[in-house]
């Protein structure tokens, strides 16, 4: 065996050498002669080194036409043929285009068609188009369905749709359908009803151009509803069963009907307790509302024969109830067609009142009247300077206390509390309040500077009055074709809209706007009841808007109306019209000629008079005011429309 070994080579050898051909076939036959190496077979192949990609890459100084089988060098890591060619390797990939296609199944409307195929292996996307022209179709990525649009109803369609992948793209794929005739008939919808009525709803059709009704199934006959999708029947009975067809339709045909059916309950469903607002003596009683309920019904008792009509409304308020008391009542709704099951409301009275909320409270200098409002349930109220009720002063009913001997200027804190009969005690309410300024010393040599703006006014004292030398200006300024509103801004006129002539002569206000609608102060309506005290309005605090009662107090100290003017106006004609008759200003008082505001917005009589409010109403729509004239000595009283623009000067407290 050894020997035959040693043989077999050498015999290959010799073969090699004698014929420089090699033959490699399982018959014997010879090698062809063109072929240095000649593999021929039926069942097996050639197989060439297997390697990865590294171990290829290390191959010493390969031949070109160097063949191997990489293993990892294809696409996403797979094998492929690799040739050492140009002194560089090579990757053999076989590419070929994906296979056309198939049809899928379409779905047509009357104006649409949703183009469907199916995936086809190999492929990476598809392209559609209307004609068998590839490079004009639409892309449609990896999509497999187009919707086209805009179609004519009963009307054959093709289309035409190719796979693609990088080596190129399928045959194209003929697709075809026809369009509908008819659209789909309407989907009943979800009906709504009233006591007598029933509007009738259905869903929209695709490719439809409008809808007809009928109470038959009559085409001929039905109304017309054009693009509407539902309809309101009225007139109908409580109880009664109804029923109505729909149509689609559009320019080819009509669908067939649908059948829609809906009947009028004769019943109505019963109120739900609502959130009950209890007190000691009282609780307003509340249930929610039910729908198709036209009204309600409540009762102390169970009979709805002897309850009490509610209309609309949702709640009640009962009174005279006795505290931590538990009461039950009874609530119904109804309709036309008749009444709900009754609701039974329960709830029980508290033993403590609220606390009484706080009131708008009169502060002077030294003293300050506390007020509070009643609480529902409340017997008495109880007042303390500390939040301690058991040393409380007991007020009895009344909502008021005034405290004495206080320190002008001061912030003061107060507590109240309410009682109920049943010896329950609400919780402190805390009340705040200042004292008024302190009184204003040294008048006619002391000047006065409005905290709210800076602005700083000379003082004179006439008589027993202290008065400030110049108008107020005070505020933002509008223009004069604006009314001014109650808006928590103080808004001020300046003639001519300049601000400079508020800087010399003082702005002007409508009456309403000067008293800062002081307890509902209008331009159109009688304070009721006048207000007692003083009024600030837009004076300074510690000041305010001088009564009709102190105008006549500060002529009358200056010898009457007739000549009170003379002695009130500022001297020269420096800002007063010539000839500023008998003005010596002897008063110090120093009027100036503002003009005023006319309440189509425009400005008057700068440099020739001056009209300045008082806080007294003459009537309705007018004020007394106090006004003097470049050419008199009087200091005339009139009344005047609270619509125009006026100054304000303002005395002290």
């Not at 159109?524 to 009564?547: A, D, F, M, R, S």
């Not at 110090?588 to 009589?605: E, I, K, N």
């Not at 007294?616 to 470049?630: K, L, T």
């Amino acid at each position: 065996m050894k020997k035959l070994y040693l043989l077999l080579p050498a015999f290959f050898f010799y073969t090699l050498t004698l014929y420089s051909q090699v033959g490699i076939n399982p018959d014997g036959s010879q090698p062809n002669q063109a072929a240095m190496l000649d593999v021929s077979s039926t069942t097996k192949g050639f197989l060439p080194p297997r390697m990865t990609s590294t171990q290829r890459n290390a191959i010493p100084t390969p031949a070109n036409g160097l063949m191997v089988y990489c293993t990892d060098c294809g696409i996403n890591g797979s094998g492929v043929l690799s040739l050492y060619i140009n002194n560089a390797w090579v990757n053999f990939s076989p590419c070929l285009a994906s296979n056309a296609p198939s049809a899928g199944t379409h779905v047509a409307f009357t104006n649409k068609i949703e183009w469907k195929w199916n995936q086809t292996g190999g492929a990476l996307g598809y392209r559609w188009n209307t004609t068998g022209n590839y490079a004009t179709s639409i892309d449609m990525g990896i999509n497999t369905s187009y919707t086209e649009t805009g179609l004519a109803c009963n009307h054959p369609e093709v289309a035409y749709v190719w796979s693609y992948n990088p080596c190129g793209h399928s045959d194209s794929t003929f697709l075809t359908t026809t369009t509908l005739n008819a659209p789909a008939t309407p989907l009943e919808g979800t009906h709504t009803t009233t006591d007598n009525s029933i509007t009738w709803n259905w869903s929209p059709v695709e490719g439809a151009t409008g809808y007809k009704w009928n109470t038959t199934d009559d085409y001929g006959t039905a109304s017309d509803m054009a693009t509407a999708t539902s309809y309101t029947q009225t007139g109908l009975t409580c109880g009664d069963s109804y029923t109505s067809y729909v149509w689609a339709y559009n320019t080819c045909d009509s669908s067939a009907s649908r059948q829609m059916t809906r009947t009028i309950s004769t019943g109505i469903a019963a109120p739900s307790q609502g959130l009950h607002v209890a007190s000691p003596t009282q609780i307003i009683w509340k249930w929610n509302p039910v729908a198709g309920a036209t009204g309600y019904k409540w009762s102390t008792t169970n009979n709805i024969a002897t309850s009490q009509e509610m209309g609309a409304a949702t709640s009640l308020t009962e009174g005279g109830l006795v505290c931590t008391t538990y009461y039950k009542r009874y609530v119904w709704a109804y309709n036309t067609c008749g009444s709900s099951p009754v609701c039974v409301l329960d709830q029980q009275t508290t033993i403590e009142p609220a606390p009484p909320l706080e009131s708008t409270h009169l502060a002077e200098r030294t003293q300050i009247t506390w007020r509070w409002h009643t609480t529902v349930g409340a017997i008495g109220y109880m007042w303390n300077t500390v939040d301690n009720y058991a040393t409380a002063h007991n007020c009895g009913t009344d909502t008021t206390f005034t405290e004495t001997a206080l320190s002008c200027s001061t912030n003061y804190t107060r507590y109240v509390w309410a009682y109920s009969s049943c010896g329950g005690i609400s919780t402190s309410r805390t009340i705040r309040q200042r004292t008024a300024l302190c009184a204003f010393s040294g008048c006619g040599t002391n000047s006065l500077t409005d905290t709210r703006d800076g602005k700083v006014y000379p003082t004179v004292l006439i008589g027993t009055q202290c008065w400030l030398k110049k108008n107020m200006n005070v505020g933002t300024r509008i223009n004069g074709v604006t009314n001014q509103t109650d808006n928590d801004t103080i808004e001020k006129y300046c003639y001519n809209n300049n601000e400079t002539s508020c800087d010399v002569y003082g702005g002007l206000y409508q009456w309403a706007e000067a008293m800062q609608y002081y307890q509902g102060a209008s331009n159109t309506t009688l304070w009721n009841p006048t207000p007692l005290g003083n009024i600030q309005g837009v004076c300074p605090e510690g000041w305010h808007v001088p009564t009709d009662v102190e105008w006549a107090t500060l002529t009358t100290f200056l010898s009457g109306t007739s000549v009170a003017g003379g002695k009130m106006k500022e001297a020269g004609t420096t800002h007063w019209a010539s000839p500023n008759t008998g003005a010596t200003n002897s008063s110090g008082f120093t009027a100036l000629p503002s003009g005023y505001r006319y309440p189509d917005g425009s400005y008057l009589v700068l440099y020739y008079l001056n009209y300045i409010w008082s806080a007294s109403e003459g009537s309705a729509i007018g004020s007394y005011i106090r006004y003097m004239e470049y050419n008199t000595t009087r200091a005339n009283r009139d009344t005047n429309a609270k619509t125009f623009g006026l100054n304000v000067r303002c005395i002290n407290d």
